[in-house]
């Protein structure tokens, strides 16, 4: 499975963004899909979850402003950003797995394939 993330950039303070990651390889509608975020010195974490029941999990600090979501036709998952601010920052990581319920996806070990990253930078 191969999963590439595209939809990095710049942009402004309480901008949107939406990034995505497309998947190939694999069945698409039975992978459970999440993105993390690494930001310069600081520790992988997770942001968003959805599983392939279409559930979906969130960390706290985005709750109220990421959306994820799936499109298995187009073996596709998003996340859709408002509210941007600096501490959003990151390298955005997009991963698979085919096994795991909802509990379990903001453990980054859970994911058997990873995608390369893509940046953005959100300027104050």
């Known amino acids: 499975v191969q999963l590439q993330a595209s939809g990095g950039g710049l942009v402004q303070t309480g901008g949107s963004l939406r990034v995505s990651c497309t998947a190939s390889?694999?069945?698409?509608?039975?992978?459970?899909m999440a993105w993390f975020r690494q930001a310069p010195a600081k520790e992988r974490e997770f942001v968003a979850a959805?599983?392939?029941?279409?559930?979906?999990s969130y960390a706290d600090s985005v709750k109220t402003r990421f959306t994820i979501s799936r499109d298995n036709r187009r073996s596709m998952a998003s996340l859709q950003m408002n509210s941007l601010n600096p501490e959003d920052t990151a390298i955005y990581y997009c991963?698979?797995?085919?096994?795991?319920?909802?509990?379990?996806?903001?453990?980054?070990?859970?994911?058997?394939?990873w995608g390369q990253g893509t940046k953005f930078t959100v300027s104050s």
């Open positions: 991963a698979a797995s085919p096994t795991g319920v909802l509990s379990s996806l903001a453990l980054s070990h859970s994911y058997a394939y």
């Open positions: 959805i599983h392939r029941s279409g559930g979906t």
């Open positions: 390889g694999g069945t698409f509608r039975t992978f459970n």
